[in-house]
């Protein structure tokens, strides 16, 4: 089979066996270094979107992908509205909801986010019934002024099933004694957990004909429509598009505004855990340059045979780039396949670990995500290896341009 003289020699370097074993030592070292790297850049990753999934998840379980409310006035005529909303393609379902901040009060006392749902259409948008670790959301009837808490919350307040929560709402009642906070005591009928701290603490769940009493809301109006969309990330336009179709003023809120602060801080992390294990495989790829400038300093007299049988410059540069990109495509490519299967087997990794080592790395009484969540992209894993591949490229040029000017007579001077 043809091979080209530069590919030739570099591949006949690069399996030689040299008098300099230091210089085998860091051939092997660098693509050593380049496998360690690649597997630990993949695997870290891949935890990290892990991470961002498991959260997603949990986070767009308990709140909306998008929200629309009027700004002056309660929604009225919420019902045509939403099955207007439902026609559209983009929206999956959509449900009433009123919304306050209020102050809890039983055994302890605690704020928390009030939130009036409609059973019969919030199993549509939300994952709550799925959640429950109590009762039901079906327990929410009208009218009984039943409650159900994120468990949290419930330990806060110090009660169970069957128990009593008084509910004091931020305004003020006209009385004979003067003005008085709007409250109400509530019965707790189930409580659930999402697995997310803000959500299990702070958040309450009541009927939304309840909560509309409880404010002093006209009847059969809401505080607005709760969205469920098919494309999250698009759900703060798909949301003003339906307001902009509406008469009156409204405040439109997705998801990222809710928990947005939360989800860039997990992009952030990513990026630096990036940047910081990169430097793995920038240095293996040091490495290459400190082993293909030894490798030129003890080939001077081929270097200076190959130029005097009439070898060019550029074909000598090609012989060094060769056996350095080599090394650097072999340790890749072991490091795409050590990552990719310690990515993907993650899960089972972790507990082998734990019960090897005797220690629990996420102990269920302190994290809410008790395990090693795990997302491996096919994206990631191509920019990974371009990086790899890219960085053994360039180590290799300053090492071969400085091989191909080599001076014949002065290689050759003392042989």
Known sequence: MY?????FIGLRYLRAKRQNHFISFISLISMLGIALGVTTLITVIS??????KELRARILGAISHATIQPLDKPLEQWQQLISDVNTREDVIAAAPYIESGVWLQANGSSG??????NPAYEASVSDAARHMVSGELTDLRSGEYGIVLGIGLASRLRVGLGDRVTIIAPRLKASPFGASPLMRRFTVVGAFEFGEYENDTGLAMVHIEDAAR???MPEESVGGIRLKLVDVDSAWWVAREISQQLEGVYRVRDWSQERGNLFQAVRTEKTVMWVILSLIIAVAAFNIISMLVMVVTDKQSDIAILKTMGARAATIMRVFVVQGSLIGIIGTILGVMGGIALAQNIATVVPLLEKLFGFALFPQDIYYIT??????RKSDVLAFTAMSLGMSLLSTIYPAWRASRTDPAEALRYE
């Open 371 to 376: 395990e090693l969540p795990s997302d491996l």
């Open 112 to 117: 928390a986010l009030v939130r009036g749902v």
């Open 3 to 7: 091979k080209p003289l530069s590919v």
């Open 47 to 52: 935890v990290m979107n892990g991470f961002e």
């Open 214 to 216: 409880l404010l002093r």
